[in-house]
């Protein structure tokens, strides 16, 4: 069985109903990794998962190694990553607690580590990234929200911003103008870094406030967190329905 990785973000930190078989921790030519690698059981499964923010939830997105996640990823035999992220919403369909399989990406994050292409350990390649995420896994996820009888958008721009601060109202309008439908702080570089490693990827975004400057007022934690409630226990019904089926 080809091996399935879940990389969690910002209200999954850890994987309920998952049995535990190993948790190790992994040395990298990229320093430490966010946190240790859980190997366990889900729907009669074996999934490898990390909490991309570490555990407890403190690395910010501009700090996370992603580097260090994906090679050690790729070291565990990993051949397909499912990124489960929280997101901003943009566009009329994209509202709170809503889900998405995103299908492009806007990168506007800087100064991130971004590429393994960039010393000796790896020969200089050009990846083609024309569609970010893998197009099988991708269907293999909106087939499984069909199963699991969620309604989700199955298309969606991401708009990688630098975080950690939210966007201005402007940033967003802009973002709009530009075509993204969502605003997430983690989608990159790990999807081009997943890519430059031969790991099929693909994203669950979980839409947790409309983007600024959409709605009116501030946006505040305590709205993120209760629609992230609604949308997270959603995201784990695609994901078992998904893992079920592979
Ligand atoms: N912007 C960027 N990242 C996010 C947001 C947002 O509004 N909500 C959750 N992650």
Redesign the pocket.
């Known amino acids: 069985m080809t091996k399935l990785a879940i990389i969690g973000g ?1 209200g999954l930190t850890q994987l309920s109903d998952l049995t535990i078989i190993k948790t190790e921790k992994m040395d990298t030519p990229y320093g430490a990794s966010s946190a240790a690698f859980v190997t366990g059981e889900l729907c009669g499964k074996e999934v490898i998962f990390l909490a991309r923010h570490g555990n407890p939830h403190t690395i910010a ?1 501009h700090k996370i190694n992603y580097r260090a996640n994906i090679w050690a990823l790729k070291q565990l035999g990993v051949e397909k990553i499912i990124a489960v ?5 943009i566009t009329q369909e994209m509202v709170p607690a809503h889900i998405a399989i995103p299908d492009q990406i806007i990168d506007y994050s800087y100064g991130r580590l971004h590429t393994f292409f960039d010393d000796e350990k790896y020969p200089l390649t050009h990846i083609d990234f024309s569609y970010p995420y893998n197009q099988a896994l991708r269907a293999g996820l909106i087939t499984a929200a069909a199963a699991a009888n969620i309604g989700i958008s199955t298309y969606g721009t991401y708009g990688c ?1 630098q ?1 950690p601060r ?2 201005t109202a402007a940033e ?1 309008k802009r973002l709009a103008q530009d075509g993204c439908d969502l ?3 983690t989608g990159m570089p790990e999807a081009a870094l997943a890519k430059e490693l031969g790991i099929e990827y693909a994203a669950i975004s979980v ?6 400057g959409i709605s009116a007022g501030e ?1 505040t934690m305590a709205e ?1 967190e209760e629609n992230l409630h609604v949308g997270m226990a959603n995201m784990a019904k695609v994901l078992k329905a998904f893992i079920a089926a592979t």
């Open positions: 910002t997105p992220a929280a997101v901003g919403g911003t975080g939210l966007e967003i605003v997430g702080m839409i947790a406030n409309w983007g600024a946006i993120i």
